[in-house]
């Protein structure tokens, strides 16, 4: 069964820095894209960051582009999301998904975390 845990979620203050992790369970974890995924209340789920299965392709959304870092150690089964430079916008829940497109379309994606929530505070 597949299962993805998201952790490192927290409250900083506009500029500060987090880095989100996700761990993969149950799936052949480095043959799938994975896409970090945000939604803020009241408004509809935001692909942030995709990762190709091998790491060496990447793509962000225009919000976050030079600010965050998406990265993934296939060793662990895990995907990271280094956030620096944080603004109020950027509070939401924050879900990693696992899905066989390469995209930041969260309809192309069945499988997903549980979320971990980050609040951003000016």
């Known amino acids: 069964q597949v299962q993805l845990v998201e952790s490192g979620g927290g409250s900083v203050q506009t500029g500060g820095s987090l880095r989100l992790s996700c761990v993969g369970y149950?799936?052949?974890?480095?043959?799938?894209?994975m896409t970090w995924f945000r939604q803020a209340p009241g408004k509809e789920r935001e692909g942030v960051a995709l990762?190709?299965?091998?790491?060496?392709?990447?793509s962000y959304a225009d919000s976050v582009k030079g600010r965050f870092t998406i990265s993934r150690d296939n060793a662990k089964n895990t995907l990271y999301l280094q956030m620096n430079s944080l603004k109020p916008e950027d509070t939401a829940m924050y879900y990693c998904?696992?899905?066989?497109?390469?995209?930041?379309?969260?309809?192309?994606?069945?499988?997903w975390g549980q979320g971990t929530q980050v609040t951003v505070s000016s």
């Open positions: 998904a696992a899905g066989s497109v390469c995209s930041l379309l969260a309809r192309f994606f069945t499988k």
């Open positions: 149950g799936y052949r974890y480095s043959t799938y894209c």
């Open positions: 990762i190709g299965p091998d790491g060496t392709s990447t």
